[in-house]
């Protein structure tokens, strides 16, 4: 799988680089911005961020693939995120993630069968006075159950 | 006249409706002709009444909740906005138990405020401690912090005077004030709150641990799990410096990318510095050779935001609280299988009996409480043997648990705490940052271990073998993540073995 990006990709990347190189530690800020804007960090732009921070690509690859977070390759859709953590346990999370891996047809870290999602954990979403809580795509919610997911996710399907 | 109506914005007032809910009161208002203004407040932290309205009025401000938007119309006919009658109506706010009877010193201003309003920050006491420090040479300000008994809320619990005069000594061209903001650990939010909800207090503290040690740049370094705090830090420190009140210091918040161990300081600094979040060896401390090699004082948001009230208050004032070498409040944070699950700030001494039953109602499944962990999942599972102990860092320690950063997760008799304990094995090997071998490694094994126990396989011997994993991760490791798994683990097997098919008790349970 090689990830060719596009002129205009390249171009927000430069724009980026130039922009934030000479701050202080600026990899971490620079990898955001440009999973942000593109939702995942492309290989192919990896050299270039190295060559602007005067890194090697081993220490620019190393940076994403440590932080959970950054993405090699695009989510397949909207991300589900369901927290796993200790206080949502203790109201029912390990459920509520079976019945979600159920109805999605994927296991945690993977798609769902119609592309629609990527299901994946979290741990902790400073919800645990609510728990079980989840986040799907930037909104979160709290006091979950399999049914109030159901109504979420048919909620999601209507036009 | 237009009526003040309060919807709070933190994010577990938004996780179960708080903007539909605001959006239906303004629709409901605007449709029957009425002058409603709405203030997105904080949250109060009394997170099982959210969506928890407000109404000012003559008498005060009377709380109505859980609402939902359903219910506005009703409460629109019941005369919420004088206080009227109805089933949600929960009285004066100030009023309500669980929240009277705190002692809200660093969460004075939670909820009542709109957190991006400097004019309510301001009649609302704040920067009364900053203009005090501003009055004062930087000895002084560390003096008071030192008189004040204030240690480390994140969960080292380390003076923070003698870290601030450790800095305050130290010669550079360069210093700096990290807030450590990475709350990575379940059962805690009152970090997320403050950002949320009084973002200018903890801007307030910063400022302050800057004219103390000399520092003039701040980082606030938080989690991408965090949106909001992100979001309203970023504005606040915008409002904040507009209006002059950042003198010169400068203040940035940076995101983390989902690595609980960036939590531990030094890690921390290597992630800010734009490197993997790996822990680094000490000494040096930070305090001497931090960020970007330079004196840094890494301080948690509670600490810092602790700072204002002993500057404004004198450190006499906030010392009478607590007990022992334990001084001043802490913020606990009661979550998990517990019926008023929220915010209860009190002065260290507290029961954790008292916070499940008088505070927390009991469980929220109404099944006995089983097990109960303190200070976040490297803190250890209590028994209710252990329940009166009060909450002290000392009193704790004795008690081999962890009091930490004072965050509650409550688990009912259904609980199966050979499970949690892999769990806790589970956790480290995901997190583990992979320097240090008994974490990186001892994590895997400690979940196959304790696999091979569930399933009977040897069992007597593996639980030995645990042990001595444990005790390898305890003393082997470079930070907390191998070097406190252990804790829940051993914790589980010790005060709960018959969920290890153990059918007697362990004769060397602690």
């Known amino acids: ?159 | 006249m237009s009526v003040t109506v309060y919807v709070p914005r933190d994010s577990a007032a938004l996780a179960v409706g708080a903007d539909r809910v605001a959006r239906r009161i303004a629709d409901e208002a605007a449709r029957r002709g009425l002058d409603v203004h709405i203030v997105r407040n904080g949250s109060r932290g009394l997170f099982w009444l959210e969506p928890l309205v407000e109404v000012r009025t003559e008498r005060g401000r009377i709380a109505y909740g859980p609402v939902t938007p359903d219910d506005v119309p009703s409460l629109f006919d019941a005369g919420f906005l004088s206080g009227g009658a109805h089933t949600l109506h929960l009285g004066p706010t100030e009023e309500i138990e669980y929240l009277k009877n705190q002692e809200r010193l660093t969460f004075a201003r939670m909820g009542i405020t709109d957190p991006l309003s400097l004019d309510d920050y301001r009649a609302h006491d704040g920067f009364g401690g900053l203009r005090h420090a501003l009055t004062l040479k930087p000895e002084e300000i560390v003096q008071q912090v030192l008189d004040s008994g204030l240690r480390g809320r994140g969960g080292a619990a380390f003076p923070a005077g003698i870290k601030w005069k450790t800095v305050l000594e130290a010669q550079a061209a360069q210093k700096y004030i990290v807030c450590n903001a990475d709350e990575g650990d379940s059962g805690t939010y009152s970090d997320r709150m403050v950002m949320e909800g009084d973002p200018f207090m903890l801007i307030e503290g910063m400022v302050i641990a800057g004219l103390a040690t000399g520092a003039t740049q701040g980082y606030i370094y938080t989690r991408s799990e965090y949106p909001h705090a992100i979001a309203t830090m970023n504005e606040a420190i915008r409002l904040a410096e507009a209006a002059g009140h950042l003198g010169g210091f400068k203040l940035e918040v940076r995101k983390g990318a989902g690595s609980y161990v960036c939590g531990e300081e030094t890690a921390l600094l290597e992630s800010l510095e734009g490197k993997r979040g790996i822990v680094r060896a000490k000494p040096p401390v930070p305090a001497l050779a931090g960020l970007f090699g330079q004196p840094t004082v890494v301080n948690n948001v509670i600490t810092l935001a602790s700072v204002p009230i002993i500057l404004a208050r004198g450190a006499a004032f906030y010392k009478d609280y607590g007990m022992g070498r334990s001084r001043g409040t802490l913020p606990l944070q009661l979550a998990g299988n517990i019926k008023h699950a929220g915010l209860v700030e009190k002065a260290f001494g507290v029961t954790l009996r008292e916070l499940l039953y008088t505070y927390g109602g009991g469980s929220a499944s109404g099944r006995p409480i089983k097990a109960v962990q303190v200070g976040g999942p490297l803190g250890t599972y209590l028994p209710e043997s252990q329940w009166d102990v009060p909450l002290d860092y000392e009193a704790y320690a004795a008690i081999g648990g962890v009091l930490g950063h004072g965050g509650i997760v409550v688990h009912d008799d259904t609980a199966d705490l050979s499970r949690l304990a892999r769990y806790a094995m589970e956790f480290c090997a995901i997190e583990s940052c992979g320097k240090c071998t008994p974490c990186r490694i001892g994590s895997t094994r400690g979940v196959e271990v304790i696999d091979k126990i569930s399933q009977n396989q040897n069992r007597t011997q593996q639980v030995q073998l645990l042990r001595d994993l444990c005790d390898t991760m305890v003393h082997g490791s470079l930070c907390a993540m191998g070097g406190m798994t252990p804790y829940p683990v051993l914790s589980a097997l010790n005060h709960f073995p018959q969920d290890f098919g153990l059918v007697n008790p362990d004769p060397q349970a602690a």
């Not at chain 1, 190393?62 to 109201?91: D, N, W």
């Not at chain 1, 390990?94 to 299901?119: N, V």
Request: hydrophobic content about 45%; overall charge negative.
């Open chain 1, 1 to 159: 799988m090689t990830t060719v990006s596009t002129a205009e990709t390249l171009a927000l990347v430069d724009e980026v680089l130039t922009r934030r190189a000479a701050e202080p530690g600026a990899l971490l800020p620079i990898l955001h911005e440009l999973q942000d804007a593109l939702g995942f960090i492309p290989a192919d732009v990896v050299p270039r961020i190295a060559e602007a921070l005067n890194l090697s690509r081993a220490e620019v690859h190393g940076v994403i693939t440590y932080y959970h977070h950054f993405r090699s390759q695009p989510a397949a859709g909207r991300v589900l995120q369901i927290c796993r953590a200790e206080s949502c346990k203790a109201m029912g999370a390990d459920d509520l993630i079976a019945h979600a891996e159920h109805k999605l047809g994927c296991a945690m870290h993977g798609h769902s069968i119609d592309g629609a999602y990527t299901l994946e954990p979290v741990y902790c979403l400073g919800l645990c006075a609510s728990s079980p809580a989840l986040m799907l795509g930037d909104e979160l919610h709290g006091r979950m159950t399999p049914q109030r997911l159901d109504a979420l996710l048919a909620q999601e399907a209507q036009p």
